[in-house]
């Protein structure tokens, strides 16, 4: 079965602050996918990013970082000089990559609550 | 292109009541997900279609709900009768992938349905 840790259920920080959100998930796949998903207050989920197991590279986009460690099976999220504008809350996410009737199955963790005041 | 359509957007019934909520996928995507969202948990997949032909329904409460896809487009998903604990929001997403893996990532979400049981 595949599972899915946010231990974090609220941060809040102040503007311009950095801000890590941890992720570690449990799987007994050797391949799998991992996502980030945003949650504004609107209800919409917005994807973020999509990291192969395959890949353990850091990836960077903008303000947002994204550290993979397959030995700690931990997949964190972190915001660089954080803004009003990223409160919402953040979701990770595991996928089975190949095989099954399971594939394209998303299974999500509890979620980070995200506030950031000006 | 067009997002993932659902509608109503809000909706508030009785227990004991049926309701339906009706999505429809972005075009050309072959696989459509309904999960259902509890506030404060992160979303779990009641069930997945890959055209018309149900691929896991292993979560979907079968007393209550239904589901179905004709033609294998729109999709709507029933509860009835309706419980209280079945207030949630119920969130609607197309894929693009149609096997093993997600070489081309399309996996969209819609900005859900929030159902209230009173």
């Known amino acids: 079965a595949q599972k899915v840790t946010q231990a974090q259920t609220e941060i809040s920080v102040v503007e311009k602050e950095d801000v890590t959100l941890d992720c570690v998930y449990e799987t007994r796949d050797t391949t799998y996918y991992l996502f980030w998903y945003k949650q504004p207050p609107s209800g919409e989920l917005v994807f973020l990013i999509r990291r192969n197991s395959f890949d353990e590279q850091n990836e960077i986009s903008g303000r947002y970082s994204w550290n993979f460690q397959k030995s700690t099976s931990s997949f964190n999220f972190t915001i660089t000089a954080s803004q009003v504008v990223d409160s919402a809350v953040y979701f990770c996410a595991l996928s089975r990559n190949a095989g099954g009737t399971s594939y394209g199955k998303l299974t999500f963790g509890q979620g980070t609550i995200l506030t950031v005041h000006p | 292109e067009a997002g993932v359509a659902q509608s109503p957007r809000y909706k508030i019934i009785e227990k004991r009541q049926s309701v339906a909520f009706w999505c429809n996928p972005i075009s050309g995507h072959a696989t459509l997900y309904w999960y259902q969202q509890i506030l404060g948990q992160g979303p779990k997949l009641l069930i997945q279609f890959q055209n018309n032909g149900v691929v896991d329904d292993s979560q979907l409460p079968k007393d209550r709900f239904s589901a179905e896809r004709l033609k294998g487009v729109d999709s709507t998903l029933k509860i009835q009768p309706a419980k209280l604990e079945d207030s949630a929001v119920y969130l609607c997403?197309?894929?693009?992938?149609?096997?093993?893996?997600?070489?081309?990532?399309?996996?969209?979400f819609g900005s859900g349905t929030r159902l209230t049981v009173v």
């Open positions: 997403a197309s894929s693009s992938l149609t096997g093993r893996a997600f070489q081309n990532y399309g996996y969209t």
